[in-house]
């Protein structure tokens, strides 16, 4: 019972308080500049490589953000030191990584952060605010690089060990004073992100596992096979 009490709390607190978040958020200008720069580099990247967000991209990907957006509610475990382990969050946006390739599902794992932050802001620096918000979850569009076509799993690895070492540089950077008497800031993050990213990448492995991967990327972009 104890799990749904706290999934119905975090859902009813979702989108609470958000002018008090949003304050939060554009306190120091240097975070806005940040996502700003952030935002600058994809539509330079997308236009370079001439990559075209059609309607139906773009509705995938709202799609996708509803859904990590819903499913991190949704969290198994919430550690003391703070992060949680959910229900596969991260899955729809590996999805749209699979269907249509590494950069959109960078783009969609970006904004999940973003949307994260909105919803969570916890902000102590600049630099900090992008190594635990947007760039984790940007993370998972490793996992649409075509090396990783034909092994999934192995792309799924490489995006968690990816986000794993944002969480665990901003761990021994910025939360290292938080480490208990006679333990290095090091240890502590390593003990801290460690199991917080291990556990939430074996859910989502075992989830692209049980459900019918292959017929949903097909579903989303009819054209996967081909895709460049």
Known sequence: MEFFKD???RFSKLYTNLPEKFETIIKDPMVILTI?????????????????????IMSHVAIALALSTI??????????QGGSITLGCMVPILIIAFAYGKEVGFLT?????????????????????????PLPSLAMGLAGLRVFRNKRLIGIFVAFFTKFLC????????????????????????MVNLPLVGVEMVICMVIVKLIPTERIIKMVNPNYISFN
């Not at 700003?36 to 139906?56: G, S, V």
């Not at 499913?71 to 003391?80: A, G």
């Not at 794992?109 to 918000?133: A, C, E, R, S, V």
Request: proline share 5%; charged share 10%; with cysteine.
């Open 167 to 190: 969480h665990f540089i901003s761990g021994v950077v910025f939360f290292g004073s938080y480490a208990p008497a006679g333990m290095g800031a090091v240890l502590y993050s390593l």
């Open 36 to 56: 700003i720069a952030c935002l600058a580099i994809f539509i330079a990247i997308f236009k370079f490589k001439k990559i075209k967000l059609n309607a139906r």
């Open 7 to 9: 999934w119905g709390e």
């Open 109 to 133: 794992g970006f904004l999940y952060g973003l949307i994260n932050l909105l919803t969570d802001p916890y902000i102590i620096h600049p630099l900090q605010m992008l190594f635990d918000y």
């Open 71 to 80: 499913l991190n509610v949704f969290r198994i475990y919430r550690f003391p």
